[in-house]
């Protein structure tokens, strides 16, 4: 073989001489081994092969490419199962062709780390096999300090085990396995929303499962995104409380777990003359009296309350009764009480001391009705009767 060839093959190999050094290497060794002519092969193993036992196990091979030797070296903390023979005798000339699963490996390897996902592969032992250089990047870690160890070294021990063994067991069962969750990573200090999916690598001609391919899609940004139009849709941007939509969405919800002792008072608040204060002071100074109005009330709230904006100068709540069957005098009496010191407050807006007092009806859950919108107009009713007493 005509040595220069070597720097046009496109297969991975490289021939040392008697001394061990390198006389000349694919382009693959260079690209992916940074291995070059005129350096010594040995010392660039990471295990101890050494000149003497090569020359030894290998001098007395017959001279010609078609007569192989099967051994292994290490590189880059990966095990490389080789191929050596003698090309030229005097002087002596040995041939190292990487194998075939190799050259497969490192093409793999070559197109993996431009992938902008996490790629990984885990053993049975739950052991890094290969990671990709945007998983390095994403956890602020290097390739050798991930491969051969545990994913839960990586991952946490936390969501390890409560997530992703489960999720890894079933996929070496042989099922496709695909989720989403939070991750934290301790050397960025940062949470991570990572899309996960879990492929069992099978034995070659066997149903057996040998390895877990992972692909994870960081969507960190698309989940936070997701929350900030969440938090808009079903919040109100003035008071801060919750709004109609959230209402809608926690009713169906109370309502797919209600049992036939639950129950529920929804109150309807309107502030009396509240079209006073926007003509006399201005929309900003009405704007700060609803805000902190909208504080006050919720302060009288117990923990499993409910409390929204329905809009303009109204609100809903959705109190909680437990198995309390009331009567409407009893509950409005109650509810008059937890009122009584919110109905005397006294608000400073700039350089305005301002009263405020509301009105309010009640409907009862599920007793009158178990549709919300027939709850709202029931409560309306009432709480305009109770306007029309006052005035």
């Given at each position: 073989m005509n040595t220069d060839l070597l720097n046009y093959v496109n297969f991975p190999a490289l021939i040392i001489d008697e001394h061990g050094e390198v006389i000349s290497r694919s382009k693959h060794i260079k690209d992916v081994y940074q291995i070059n002519e005129g350096d010594d092969f040995f010392a660039l193993c990471d295990s101890k092969?050494?000149?003497?036992?090569?020359?030894?196990?290998?001098?007395?091979?017959?001279?010609?490419?078609?007569?192989?030797?099967?051994?292994?070296?290490?590189?880059?903390?990966?095990?490389?199962?080789?191929?050596?023979?003698?090309?030229?005798?005097?002087?002596?000339?040995?041939?190292?062709?990487?194998?075939?699963?190799?050259?497969?490996?490192?093409?793999?390897?070559?197109?993996?780390?431009?992938?902008?996902?996490?790629?990984?592969?885990?053993?049975?032992?739950?052991?890094?096999?290969?990671?990709?250089?945007?998983?390095?990047?994403?956890?602020?870690?290097?390739?050798?300090?991930?491969?051969?160890?545990?994913?839960?070294?990586?991952?946490?021990?936390?969501?390890?085990?409560?997530?992703?063994?489960?999720?890894?067991?079933?996929?070496?069962?042989?099922?496709?396995?695909?989720?989403?969750?939070?991750?934290?990573?301790?050397?960025?200090?940062?949470?991570?929303?990572?899309?996960?999916?879990?492929?069992?690598?099978?034995?070659?001609?066997?149903?057996?499962?040998?390895?877990v391919a992972v692909t994870v899609t960081d969507i960190t940004d698309i989940q936070v995104q997701n929350e900030k139009l969440t938090e808009q849709a079903f919040h109100d941007s003035l008071t801060t409380l919750d709004n109609r939509h959230a209402l809608i969405e926690y009713f169906e919800k109370i309502s797919a777990t209600l049992t036939r002792n639950d129950c529920y008072t929804l109150v309807m608040i309107d502030l009396d003359d509240f079209k006073r204060v926007n003509d006399l002071y201005g929309h900003n100074v009405g704007d700060e009296l609803l805000k902190a109005f909208a504080t006050n009330l919720k302060n009288t709230l117990r923990s499993d309350d409910f409390c929204c904006r329905w809009g303009g100068d109204e609100f809903v709540l959705l109190l909680a009764q437990g198995q309390t069957i009331q009567t409407l005098e009893v509950a409005t009496e109650s509810i008059n009480e937890r009122f009584y010191a919110l109905q005397k407050k006294v608000y400073h807006v700039g350089e305005q001391q301002l009263s405020l007092t509301f009105s309010f009806g009640l409907a009862f859950f599920p007793e009158q009705s178990k549709n919300l919108k027939q709850l709202i107009s029931i409560a309306d009713l009432k709480m305009y009767s109770e306007k029309n007493v006052k005035s």
């Open positions: 092969a050494s000149l003497s036992e090569f020359i030894l196990n290998f001098s007395n091979m017959p001279l010609g490419s078609n007569d192989k030797c099967l051994t292994h070296f290490s590189f880059i903390k990966k095990n490389i199962e080789v191929y050596v023979s003698i090309i030229n005798k005097s002087p002596i000339h040995f041939l190292i062709e990487y194998s075939a699963d190799l050259v497969q490996d490192a093409s793999v390897v070559d197109l993996v780390d431009h992938s902008n996902n996490l790629l990984s592969l885990v053993d049975k032992d739950y052991h890094y096999l290969s990671v990709n250089e945007q998983y390095c990047h994403k956890w602020g870690m290097e390739k050798f300090e991930i491969i051969n160890q545990h994913v839960a070294t990586v991952l946490g021990e936390e969501a390890f085990n409560k997530v992703v063994k489960k999720e890894l067991d079933l996929c070496f069962s042989g099922k496709i396995r695909t989720y989403t969750d939070w991750f934290y990573s301790e050397k960025k200090k940062q949470m991570l929303f990572l899309k996960v999916a879990y492929q069992p690598v099978f034995e070659n001609q066997s149903d057996q499962v040998k390895s």
